[in-house]
């Protein structure tokens, strides 16, 4: 069995899924946008949603995840459900790709009720593949399903956006983060230090527990943040530099990092040290918290939002690390 492909899995999302199943199996919606942090489910309800549309089961059980199309879904060997992502060697989904993929839909189903179509990456597709989709999108085939996920609704042209129904993934609860964390084997009180260090994001919890060193690279990373205020042009270039050694992710988990390290800082400042995600860096928090304000503080994390905002401007992430080190370095300047 896949595990990505295990929809059984799939946690935290019960409003989403039941606003899916609402639109039943006879008229589904045909074209839709899952968006919302990487890691936080979109892929594997998108998977849901095409084992609940050819469950051979009756629609209140489906999916069942025990039927022959269900079985086929969670195996990864369903005809009718397709997939179009990124290319190796590649860093953007082109129209080639979105011709080909958008053929497959032409076809009716091979054996199950829909062809569904899942774009991985949307936010990668250029504008000529997106242009590409837009009468597919208007017009789809009646039994054809397409489900365009990304972390960044932002990318997607506006015509695009208005031919999808949006469906925006919010973060999950720590007690739901940690109840999965503990299915997966985690003692209890470590499933909820890594449920709260997973802000929410289901994927990430999972990540620090199945792979420690990246848990490890992490600490690295909350300490070289810890250390950065009051750097020299030096100081903060280096520390941009070692930032992206760490292999932590994309620059947008660097981003939602460094926010989460001065948040927690704001917060123990505040007098609310329960609020701290980083609880294993109180220490170097403590010592750190005398030196800055909550206003100094402030204006750190603004800096941080006009980081994220340039990044979907498509500034070098080198660059824009480096530029928001350095405003770090001088309190938010």
Same mark, same amino acid.
């Given at each position: 069995?896949?595990?990505?492909?295990?929809?059984?899995?799939?946690?935290?999302?019960?409003?989403?899924?039941?606003?899916?199943?609402?639109?039943?199996?006879?008229?589904?919606?045909?074209?839709?946008?899952?968006?919302?942090?990487?890691?936080?489910?979109?892929?594997?309800?998108?998977?849901?949603?095409?084992?609940?549309?050819?469950?051979?089961?009756?629609?209140?059980?489906?999916?069942?995840?025990?039927?022959?199309?269900?079985?086929?879904?969670?195996?990864?060997?369903?005809?009718?459900?397709?997939?179009?992502?990124?290319?190796?060697?590649?860093?953007?989904?082109?129209?080639?790709?979105?011709?080909?993929?958008?053929?497959?839909?032409?076809?009716?189903?091979?054996?199950?009720?829909?062809?569904?179509?899942?774009?991985?990456?949307?936010?990668?597709?250029?504008?000529?593949?997106?242009?590409?989709?837009?009468?597919?999108?208007?017009?789809?085939?009646?039994?054809?399903?397409?489900?365009?996920?990304?972390?960044?609704?932002?990318?997607?042209?506006?015509?695009?956006?208005?031919?999808?129904?949006?469906?925006?993934?919010?973060?999950?609860?720590?007690?739901?983060?940690?109840?999965?964390?503990?299915?997966?084997?985690?003692?209890?009180?470590?499933?909820?230090?890594?449920?709260?260090?997973?802000?929410?994001?289901?994927?990430?919890?999972?990540?620090?527990?199945?792979?420690? #060193? %990246?848990?490890?690279? +992490?600490?690295?990373? $909350?300490?070289?943040?810890?250390? =950065?205020?009051?750097?020299? &042009?030096?100081? !903060?270039?280096?520390?941009?530099?070692?930032?992206?050694?760490?292999?932590?992710?994309?620059?947008?988990?660097?981003?939602?990092?460094?926010?989460?390290?001065?948040?927690?800082?704001?917060?123990?400042?505040?007098?609310?040290?329960?609020?701290?995600?980083?609880?294993?860096?109180?220490?170097?928090?403590?010592?750190?918290?005398?030196?800055?304000?909550?206003?100094?503080?402030?204006?750190?994390?603004?800096?941080?939002? #006009? %980081?994220?905002?340039? +990044?979907?401007?498509? $500034?070098?992430?080198?660059?824009? =690390?480096?530029?928001?080190? &350095?405003?770090? !370095?001088?309190?938010?300047?």
């Amino acid at each position: 069995m896949t595990e990505a492909h295990d929809f059984r899995k799939l946690v935290g999302q019960d409003s989403t899924q039941a606003a899916l199943r609402g639109a039943g199996r006879r008229e589904p919606f045909p074209s839709l946008v899952f968006s919302g942090p990487a890691g936080i489910g979109k892929r594997l309800t998108a998977v849901w949603y095409a084992a609940f549309l050819n469950c051979l089961d009756q629609e209140a059980a489906a999916p069942c995840g025990g039927c022959n199309s269900c079985r086929k879904i969670l195996g990864n060997g369903h005809p009718d459900l397709h997939f179009a992502t990124v290319p190796e060697n590649k860093t953007v989904i082109g129209v080639g790709e979105i011709r080909e993929a958008i053929h497959q839909l032409e076809y009716a189903p091979f054996e199950g009720n829909f062809r569904i179509l899942v774009v991985e990456n949307a936010e990668k597709l250029t504008d000529e593949a997106q242009n590409a989709l837009l009468k597919t999108l208007e017009e789809p085939p009646r039994t054809a399903i397409i489900v365009l996920v990304t972390p960044l609704f932002g990318a997607l042209i506006p015509t695009v956006v208005s031919r999808c129904r949006a469906v925006r993934f919010s973060p999950l609860s720590e007690e739901a983060i940690a109840g999965l964390l503990r299915d997966h084997g985690a003692e209890s009180s470590k499933a909820h230090e890594l449920a709260r260090l997973g802000r929410g994001i289901p994927g990430l919890a999972l990540s620090f527990l199945a792979t420690p #060193e %990246a848990l490890t690279r +992490r600490d690295e990373a $909350v300490e070289l943040f810890l250390d =950065l205020p009051g750097q020299d &042009l030096w100081g !903060a270039t280096e520390t941009a530099a070692k930032l992206e050694k760490l292999k932590l992710g994309g620059v947008d988990v660097i981003l939602a990092l460094a926010y989460a390290v001065y948040r927690d800082l704001l917060m123990l400042g505040s007098g609310c040290p329960d609020l701290v995600t980083h609880e294993a860096h109180l220490v170097s928090m403590k010592a750190r918290i005398q030196e800055l304000s909550s206003v100094t503080l402030r204006k750190m994390l603004r800096s941080i939002d #006009e %980081a994220d905002q340039h +990044r979907h401007a498509n $500034v070098s992430p080198k660059i824009l =690390l480096q530029r928001m080190c &350095l405003a770090l !370095a001088k309190g938010g300047v």
